[in-house]
Nanobody
Framework: QVQLVESGGGLVETGGSLRLSCAAS????????MGWHRQAPGKQRELVAS???????YYLDAVKGRFTISRDNAKNTVYLQMNSLIPEDTAVYYC??????????????WGQGTQVTVSS
C-alpha cells in the first residue's frame, strides 16, 4: 500500500507564491517519475510539471519560468514552487508518482488533490 499526502495549497493574490509538497510513503521499492497535474473547473486535467529519477524535467509552456519542480529522494517527496501566480493557475493540483512497490508491482499513484486559488 502506497500513500501520497499533499500539502501547501491555498488562496493567494495575483503575483503571489505557493509551494506544494507531496510525500510518498508505504511499501516503496523505487520511484521513477514524480509530477504535478492540475484540473480547473470545466477543463481537462493537464500535466504541469514532472521530474524523472534521472533529473529530466518537463514544464507546461504556460508555467515555464514561474514554476519549479524538485524532488528529495531521501524523503520520497516532490515539490512544486509556484511564483508569479495568475488567476489562470487556479485549479486543483494533483501529485502523481510512478513507482515500484515493495512487492514489485508498477504503480501509478495519485494524491488526493489540493486546491490552489489565485485572486485577481
Amino acid at each position: 500500500q502506497v500513500q501520497l499526502v499533499e500539502s501547501g495549497g491555498g488562496l493567494v493574490e495575483t503575483g503571489g507564491s505557493l509551494r506544494l509538497s507531496c510525500a510518498a510513503s508505504g511499501s516503496i521499492l523505487s520511484i521513477n517519475a514524480m509530477g504535478w497535474h492540475r484540473q480547473a473547473p470545466g477543463k481537462q486535467r493537464e500535466l504541469v510539471a514532472s521530474i524523472t529519477s534521472g533529473g529530466r524535467i518537463y514544464y507546461l509552456d504556460a508555467v515555464k519560468g514561474r514554476f519549479t519542480i524538485s524532488r528529495d529522494n531521501a524523503k520520497n517527496t516532490v515539490y512544486l514552487q509556484m511564483n508569479s501566480l495568475i488567476p489562470e493557475d487556479t485549479a486543483v493540483y494533483y501529485c502523481n508518482v510512478a513507482l515500484f512497490s515493495g512487492d514489485y508491482k508498477y504503480l501509478n499513484s495519485w494524491g488526493q488533490g489540493t486546491q490552489v486559488t489565485v485572486s485577481s
